[in-house]
């Protein structure tokens, strides 16, 4: 795979280190302050064959302050949209990564499945048409 920004893959970073969550399912008491967390083996085995940069990250759920000022919050699959929309009905700033690909499909969580290598090319191709729509509409 080659890097969104080929002339900048050395300084590229695919994505915020910082996960917000639908629900509270990955931060286990809202009261605590998350920490930073490694990032889950599998996980880390695939960043590092496809030469992505990570470090340590930190789950929090996410906050009607974050989607209030997001220019859009990107859901993986159709559970979290779901969620979503139950939760900030009155947002309208919220797509599925794959709907930047001409379609409705859900990123599966590779936790269940173990896919880990397909969910990172299906993830990758999703942030290279975000970032062309981001290129032809800014």
């Known amino acids: 795979l080659s890097h969104p920004f080929p002339d900048t893959a050395s300084n590229a970073v695919i994505a915020n280190p910082d996960k917000a969550a639908t629900t509270g399912q990955c931060v286990p008491n809202q009261n605590v302050v998350p920490k930073l967390n490694a990032i889950y083996p599998p996980i880390k085995r695939v960043l590092i064959k496809n030469n992505i940069p990570f470090s340590k990250h930190k789950a929090s759920k996410l906050t009607l302050d974050e989607v209030n000022n997001a220019d859009e919050v ?49 993830i990758y191709y999703g942030i290279k048409n975000y970032i062309k729509y981001l290129l032809n509409t800014k």
């Open 74 to 122: 990107i859901l993986m699959d159709s559970y979290n949209e779901m969620r979503f929309k139950n939760e900030f009905p009155h947002a309208k700033n919220a797509k599925k990564l794959l709907f930047y690909s001409n379609s409705n499909a859900d990123v599966s969580d590779p936790w269940y499945s173990e896919r880990y290598d397909e969910c990172f090319e299906i």
